[in-house]
């Protein structure tokens, strides 16, 4: 009777689910895939973080500076002030139309052109830029009449200059047509008017002896 009962006595089954931790967790038996091992954080650095900055000129007018904005590489967020002079004189319509139109090229001389014309514009409200050209033109007058009489002074200093070389060279030639006698020349001077004091003597002489 008691084999029979074993014989039918149901067994109970025990089941573990994927997400149950493993029966046995603290023995060092432990297979390697229930726990993953650490990673070290100084070999796989984080990535920085990227920080996008809008533009001055997006800046100023308030509004989203985005990825290919035309004003963007000519008015950096480092330097407002540029933007803000143009902005001032030009207005920020103007300065979008003019670019638009221009090429790629050209653009950089363009806002350049448009800084310093509203920098002048600030200085002399009147005349802006052309009175800033006026002034470099009355200098540039100014400079060429100086170099002017310069150039005249230093003519009249060549030319005083050669009238005093051609002075020396003519006093130079009459120094060296002066007749130069040589010695024996004089030698010969001497010996006629040697030979003609005896003859006048002998002459003389021969009066008194006839006498």
């Not at 973080?49 to 997006?58: E, M, N």
């Not at 030319?159 to 120094?175: G, P, R």
Request: proline share 10%.
């Amino acid at each position: 009777m008691v084999f029979s009962d074993r014989i039918t006595t149901p067994t109970q089954t025990i089941t573990v689910s994927p997400t149950s931790p493993p029966y046995f967790s603290s023995s060092p038996l432990s297979t390697p895939s229930s726990s993953p091992p650490p990673r070290d954080s100084s070999l796989c650095p984080p990535p920085p973080a990227v920080i996008l900055s809008p533009c001055a000129a997006c800046k100023i007018l308030r509004r989203r500076c985005v990825e290919k904005c035309i004003l963007a590489p000519y008015f950096p967020p480092t330097d407002p002030l540029r933007f803000t002079t143009v902005h001032r004189v030009l207005g920020a319509s103007n300065i979008i139309k003019l670019l638009q139109e221009l090429p790629e090229s050209q653009r950089a001389d363009a806002v350049s052109s448009m800084v310093y014309e509203a920098n002048a514009r600030i200085r002399d409200p009147v005349y802006g830029c052309a009175g800033a050209i006026c002034h470099l033109q009355k200098q540039v007058s100014e400079l060429q009449a100086e170099l002017a009489k310069t150039q005249a002074e230093l003519l009249t200093m060549q030319c005083q200059q050669n009238n005093l070389m051609a002075l020396f060279c003519m006093e130079a030639s009459q120094i060296s047509q002066e007749p130069i006698f040589p010695q024996h020349q004089e030698d010969e001077q001497e010996q006629v008017l040697y030979d003609n004091a005896i003859f006048s003597l002998d002459d003389a002489n021969w009066e008194t002896l006839w006498a």
